[in-house]
């Protein structure tokens, strides 16, 4: 289905980014990834306007066009009591402003049936304490998913999805962990990136401006202490 598609992920040297390129790969497209951390790709920081503007070029440069365009990279999570402003910029700035910049460079060379998926959260709609800047970052992206997708109409879709608890280190998590879940278990890379497959495949082609939640159930679950193996640590 992407045999010949040119597909952009950022952070996709490890977890959830890592799978979503070998998937793609796995399905024929041409890969262009970006990533703070060093390899055979393309190296630097988001967060730097200038990185940007030399990335898309770089892709446009050797392709000419994009298909898809996944907004992955992880935003820093710092929180109320030890975040700085320096700091919760530069979370804004991969989580939110990146993928506006990344969209906006390619928009004139999105091909015909262009995708764009963006990476937000569970966060976006619940919170752990001082996790602020990585909460309001994937906020941001699920809210700019829809003005995009509006922007975008008729040329591309653009899409996101909420990852919820997703174990990309590989250990294996039981008992209270799993039970919390209505799916019985943790979330893998792999529930995820079939997701962006398929949001960036003709045969999502009616759906576009949508944030889709794949947490297996937990934001649907309410828990009190004592259900499911949780227990309220008071001291």
């Known amino acids: 289905m992407f045999k010949g598609k040119v597909v952009v992920v950022t952070g996709g040297a490890q977890g959830i980014g890592a799978e979503i390129c070998r998937r793609f790969r796995e399905e024929g497209a041409e890969v262009c990834m970006i990533d703070r951390q ?36 992880l935003p820093l999570m710092k929180g109320l009591d ?12 991969v989580g939110v402003t990146a993928p506006f910049y990344l969209a906006k460079l390619f928009a004139p060379h999105f091909a015909p049936g262009g995708s764009i ?21 994937k906020g941001g992206i699920a809210a700019l998913t829809h003005a995009l ?9 653009v899409n ?13 998590h039981g008992g209270a962990d799993a039970a ?9 890379p792999a529930d ?16 576009t401006g949508e944030n889709i939640c794949i947490d297996g159930g937990m934001t649907r679950q309410m828990i009190y202490h004592g259900d499911c193996g949780w227990q309220l640590g008071i001291q």
């Open 38 to 73: 060093a390899g055979e790709h393309f190296t630097g920081d988001i967060a730097d306007k200038g990185v940007l503007e030399r990335f898309a070029a770089a892709v446009l440069g050797r392709h000419g066009r994009v298909d898809v365009l996944v907004n992955n990279a």
């Open 82 to 93: 030890d975040c700085s402003y320096e700091e919760f910029s530069y979370a804004l700035a």
């Open 117 to 137: 998926v963006n990476i937000s959260s569970s966060r976006d709609r619940m919170s752990q304490a001082q996790t602020e800047s990585y909460t309001a970052a």
């Open 149 to 157: 997708a509006v922007s975008l109409s008729g040329r591309v879709r």
């Open 160 to 172: 996101s999805i909420s990852p919820g608890w997703i174990e990309t280190q590989g250990v294996q």
């Open 180 to 188: 919390q879940q209505p799916a019985g278990r943790v979330g893998t």
């Open 192 to 207: 995820i990136a079939e997701m962006v497959l398929y949001l960036s495949s003709p045969k999502a082609g009616f759906i």
